[in-house]
């Protein structure tokens, strides 16, 4: 098992230390003990791989569009744990990949999920501040039942690809904001008749 976190690392020396500690506190949590065999800390700062055993690595990676395209294709399971958003497009991504997706509760992600069939909502709590965090351990345990069920996973990922076939594709959106956009022009029109 991989566990791929792509992002843009900080750009202070520091800030990527932090990050190192919080990585190695998700370790503990993904394998049970504390971080030990694998990389050492440097490895994250050089972005090679940062932990790896016989059954699993983690990998921190910096990836430009065609590489974040690549690996979405190559996933078997996207997971948002956003803390805030407004319309999450990286699920219409995932769709597009045919990849189910976990998220927490962020902007429209529980409709996303009503619309395209794909996903799954973690259990999420909402700080004083409007923030989602995520609840981590049921949400991993929410995660490990769809993991043990492969062919669930397959369902959500056929369904998501098919309705961004039918519905979200860039061709099917500009053709839905041109009758849109035509509509309005013709009622606006017919007023002044």
């Known amino acids: 098992m991989t566990l791929l976190i792509v992002g843009n690392l900080p750009g202070n020396k520091d800030t990527k230390i932090s990050l190192v500690s919080i990585l190695k506190d998700m370790i503990k949590r993904m394998i049970g003990r504390p971080y030990g065999a694998g990389c050492l800390d440097s490895c994250l700062l050089e972005e090679k791989h940062f932990y790896r055993t016989k059954k699993r690595q983690l990998l921190v990676r910096q990836l430009s569009r065609l590489q974040t395209i690549q690996a979405y294709q190559a996933a078997d399971l996207f997971i948002f744990p956003s803390n805030i958003e407004c319309s999450p497009i990286v699920l219409f991504e995932s769709c597009a990949a045919g990849l189910p997706f976990f998220v927490t509760d962020v902007g429209n992600s529980e409709e996303i999920i009503h619309w395209t069939k794909a996903?799954?909502?973690?259990?999420?709590?909402?700080n004083s501040e409007g923030y989602s965090i995520?609840?981590?351990?049921?949400?991993a345990i929410l995660i490990d039942k769809y993991l043990d069920k492969p062919e669930d996973l397959k369902v959500l990922g056929a369904?998501?690809?098919?309705?961004?076939?039918?519905?979200?594709?860039?061709?099917?959106?500009?053709?839905?904001?041109?009758?849109?956009?035509?509509?309005l022009i013709n009622e606006k029109s017919s007023y002044h008749v």
């Open 159 to 183: 369904s998501g690809k098919q309705k961004w076939l039918s519905n979200y594709t860039w061709a099917t959106i500009t053709k839905n904001y041109l009758e849109l956009y035509e509509s």
């Open 119 to 126: 996903g799954v909502l973690l259990p999420t709590k909402k």
């Open 134 to 139: 995520a609840d981590v351990e049921n949400s």
